[in-house]
Nanobody
Framework: QVQLVESGGGLVQAGGSLRLSCAASGDTYSTYTMGWFRQAPGKEREFVAAITGTSSYYRGSVKGRFSIARNNDLNAVYLQMNSLKPEDTAVYYC?????????????????WGQGTQVTVSS
């Protein structure tokens, strides 16, 4: 069992930065793939980034702007978001899963946080 709690969302102007954090509780955290997803109003939830023990993955529209990192000693995963755009506005969710065939599908993640709102103004 893993519990996830996100923090760090807020309102920022276009071009600004935010850092999201996700605190995980439960054992064997380091064995989980951790992902960030987002859902904008009226849209489906979409993959943003994921990190395994050795690799990180990004959706194309955030490559070069977002960076995912994890700290297994602190049971935490982070999403550094730079050069934010209004289209990045969404609720951002942290997720954890194991033994997935692909990291980009939300169906592969078993545990989810409650989400944190990110709003980018133009």
């Amino acid at each position: 069992q893993v519990q996830l709690v996100e923090s760090g969302g807020g309102l920022v102007q276009a071009g600004g930065s935010l850092r999201l954090s996700c605190a995980a509780s439960g054992d064997t955290y380091s064995t989980y793939t951790m992902g960030w997803f987002r859902q904008a109003p009226g849209k489906e939830r979409e993959f943003v980034a994921a990190i395994t023990g050795t690799s990180s993955y990004y959706r194309g529209s955030v490559k070069g702007r977002f960076s995912i990192a994890r700290n297994n000693d602190l049971n935490a995963v982070y999403l550094q978001m730079n050069s934010l755009k209004p289209e990045d506005t969404a609720v951002y969710y942290c997720a954890a899963g194991r033994l997935m065939s692909t990291v980009v599908l939300d169906t592969g993640y078993r545990y989810w946080g409650q989400g944190t709102q990110v709003t980018v103004s133009s």
